[in-house]
């Protein structure tokens, strides 16, 4: 089973005038041969460790799998305290291979694995109201930050710790917390080792972002029964198919290429609109990916381009009554990714109840499988004929192996889209300036200067408040 | 308590070159008196009857209350079959004033009252994971449709009402079932009338997505406790606050006139992003109001404009790990909104576990009220310093009467936001391309030309299928 794209609507032969013609995609042959070149010298010089995730750990995903049978029968949930990839990786794989309902159900329903919980926030209200809800002391906590500095993570984890020792001890609280971190620097490795907590590594090449096939995302997945040796299968399978040079065998590049034409006119939001509800919420996990990969001040010359396009979450076919009037009728601003799926994991089908009434008679005897993919198509069409761009990524049905396909898949294609921007899709420099702006305020020891500059900024008028 | 708004960050005083002038705001006196002017007349041809709604409705609501109070105990959940507005309002509220594991929570903690579960979607999948975790026989169903041919949500009415009366019996499944639909029009109507079903009306002049304030939205909350009293004051607050015709006055009219600018001039998204886990589906809420009202590609007089801003929806801190790179080094083409809040409802403190080291010590002592309210003011800071377009609407505190107030705060800039654009933002003409294509596509009688157009569309080609 393999993804497949269809980016026919993306073309002038669908969406005329709107649409990319066969002579600008020809005249991009320079541009792609360029970036395959230095996709391979990249990959080859290993600044891109995470393409290497599908073959290289195999004795990580043994120590996984038997730490969470030395450890499932003994906990009632396995609590994530991460944040951005750390999060978004493990409750997109969740959402999309667990029951949705999965916190719900009684223990014997789960398979008799631990319920999850991601806690990616630092509203105050949320841990308080998660420990209202569970026993602490019943959890296992994992921390996961490879910088060992993320404010937001290690302060839950601190006040976790607290919490466990004066309730169960060190002893006992000690068995409680599993991290996952840098091998070598940061201070969560050190805390690791000092404190003797369970730990595992986060390669140290491989980015937040570009994660989730690491222990980031496999130790939660395991814990909650999923099958990590099939995501990772996929992956190596999408890996293969990433190899193509001729690029209209590519999909990753193909997508890529579309969205970096779109992106240079005037395509500067890319809506990701899965029509499944298991696949939900890997619109967030590529929000993050391409916004954050994408979005550059500067190219790797240094110059400024401010590129970047803007990704929205939208969900089929709910979003049609929320998102498409825009789509359909608002500025030609946005490429729209349909997510489909061939086959639904269940079948409901709708009775003959009302045969009499011309709009609900119809639905008698149809399925809601028929129903949605219907909707899907009719979606397709209507945006088709509004001239809008717009592709379809189909999964002939969401298992490990086909989510493995479509993570790679996205990981490669926002890889390739850097590539063809010219900028460095692996870095994040444009979030330091808040971060610093936090600790100056903190009054962090050596953020004096920030602070002075921050005392300085232009004042606040009062009048400019309602 | 009322909600204020900080457009400091909208101005060139602080963000330079890429901020409003003074001068551009004197220049659209004209605008803004011709939208006051609109504003009003519509109000008094009754053509924004949701704006009667923090008034008109007493006995409605003592209807509501009784018939929680009866119903309450015999059930253990309240089910929503609705889309788009009749389901993205009962979300938002229950999220913003209840436990965020409400659910998960014995019913003691929860007041006694039922769990609620928001089915939105036709997934196949949906409806059997759901009946897999609950029984649909001890579920009250409230379906919500104002037309009574929503497919979605009139496809899932008739599979429940079909698998209750199976399972308990015609008069007993009656007790389970309550509409909420326009009062003559319609098969919902008909329906709920023939058949027995308890039923509450949307008024006949007020749109799905302004239609939280009716029964669609104030049922659902009322069956989970909430106090829909004061949602209806918080609005009522807010509708004083929106007759100033100053606008310097006028918070709601100055958001619309901001955002309105920030779209003549190349902003053409629309980022909300809550520093609160309560205010997080506000943004999905807020995405349909804003996206379907004013996403259009006809003006008043029959132009093509192809108008509209794309709402984004983020969450703070979480999307400062996600997004916040692509907004302080991408392109200048959004308006961000910061939702914050004065006070949360509970407090948690970090202690001082790790003094020694430099990026975890500074957070001993400090409160997660205090770190999401620095990070909140920094992340701020940064956006301002790279000249962003931003803003930020703050609540006192999360109530029903501050949520009352936030609501009818969008739904009134919304409104004028149309006028400035001078368009309809009441209707949705965009969607009935997808719908009659569904219908074209079951073969429903009369859509035989709609099927022949789309038999002779272009034809897909195999080659752009990877």
């Known amino acids: 089973m393999k993804l ?14 709107e649409g990319i013609t066969q002579a600008t995609l020809d005249s991009l042959s320079p541009a792609i041969l360029a970036a395959n ?13 995470w393409r290497d995730l599908p073959y290289n750990q195999n004795e990580i995903v043994e120590d996984i799998l038997n730490y969470v049978n030395e450890m499932k029968g003994q906990i009632e949930a396995f609590v ?21 309902y999965y916190n ?63 309730k169960i001890g060190i002893e006992a609280a000690r068995k409680l917390i599993v991290c996952t971190t840098d091998a070598v620097t940061g201070n969560l490795i050190t805390i690791a080792k000092q404190e003797g907590y369970k730990h595992f590594y986060i390669p140290s090449a491989v980015g937040g972002r570009f994660s989730e096939l690491t222990p980031v995302g496999l130790l939660p997945a395991a814990f909650c029964g999923l099958d990590i040796k099939g995501l990772l299968e996929g992956a190596a399978e999408m890996d293969k198919m990433c190899e193509a040079s001729n690029i209209y065998k590519n999909a990753a590049h193909m997508y890529a290429l579309l969205h970096y034409i779109g992106m240079t006119t005037g395509k500067n939001i890319s809506v990701m ?80 109840t009302y045969g009499d009434m011309p709009s609900l008679g119809f639905l008698g005897g149809v399925t809601h499988n028929n129903l949605i993919q219907t909707e899907q198509a009719a979606t397709e069409y209507a945006l088709t004929k509004a001239n809008r761009m717009n592709m379809t990524i189909t999964l002939p049905k969401v298992t490990p192996q086909t989510l493995g396909q479509l993570l790679y898949f996205f990981e490669v294609a926002t890889a390739y889209a850097g590539e063809l921007l010219n900028i460095d899709a692996f870095d994040q420099p444009g979030v330091e300036e808040g971060k610093n702006a936090t600790y100056a305020m903190f009054g962090r020891p050596g953020y004096d200067t920030k602070k002075a500059e921050m005392d300085a900024a232009p004042a606040k008028a009062d009048r400019y408040i309602i």
């Open 4 to 17: 497949r794209i269809d980016y026919n609507n993306m073309l002038t032969h669908t969406i005329g005038d």
């Open 80 to 100: 994530v305290l991460g944040i951005g990839g750390s999060a978004l990786g493990p409750m997109a794989v969740q959402q999309a291979l667990n029951h949705p």
């Open 273 to 352: 609109m899965p029509y499944a509800d298991a696949l939900k919420y890997i619109s967030d996990w590529y929000a993050q990916l391409w916004a954050e990969s994408l979005g550059k001040q500067f190219d790797v010359n240094g110059k400024t381009v401010n590129v970047g396009q803007t990704p929205v979450k939208a969900l089929g076919v709910t979003d049609q009554h929320s998102q498409v009037q825009l789509y359909a009728e608002g500025p030609f601003d946005k490429i729209i990714v349909f997510l489909g799926v061939d086959e639904y994991r269940e079948t409901i089908t709708i009775p003959k």
């Open 104 to 166: 719900e159900l009684p223990r014997e329903k789960r398979g008799g694995f631990p319920k999850l919980y991601v806690v990616d926030n630092v509203d105050p209200e949320r841990l308080v109201y998660l420990f209202q809800t569970i026993d602490p002391t019943k959890c296992l906590f994992n921390v996961i930050s490879k910088s060992g500095s993320t404010s937001e993570t290690m302060s839950q984890f601190m006040i976790i710790k607290q919490q466990l020792e004066e």
């Open 37 to 49: 070149k230095n996709m391979e010298e990249k990959r080859k010089a290993g600044k891109m460790a």
